[in-house]
């Protein structure tokens, strides 16, 4: 069964920066594309930045040029770079893969951000 494990959120300041981790189990890693999604309180689940298979990326425009999402086949393993943080990035963050909706979430990983 497909699994996504969410690690590496926490407090950090304005300004700050984060890195996110996702790891991947129970699926063809490498042949598919992710994405990086978040939810804040109150606000429903949305995407942020997605991979394809072949490394191409894209950004949603609040994140754009600040987030940089990567993926490592090798290590089964997804992750997000975040700089510049601002308060507005506060949400739980979780991955799967894109064009999935049947595949489950994770517990997902809390990013604080404030001052």
């Known amino acids: 069964q497909v699994q996504f494990v969410e690690s590496g959120g926490g407090l950090v300041q304005p300004g700050g920066s984060l890195r996110l981790s996702c790891a991947a189990s129970?699926?063809?890693?490498?042949?598919?594309?992710m994405g990086w999604y978040r939810q804040a309180p109150g606000k429903q689940r949305v995407l942020v930045a997605s991979i394809t298979s072949g490394g191409s990326t894209n950004y949603a425009d609040s994140v754009e040029g600040r987030f940089t999402i990567s993926r490592d086949n090798a290590k089964r393993t997804l992750y997000l770079q975040m700089n510049s943080l601002k308060p507005e990035d506060t949400a739980v963050y979780y991955c799967k893969r894109s064009n999935f909706p049947s595949d489950p979430w994770g517990q997902g990983t809390q990013v604080t951000v404030s001052s």
């Open positions: 129970g699926t063809y890693f490498r042949g598919f594309a």
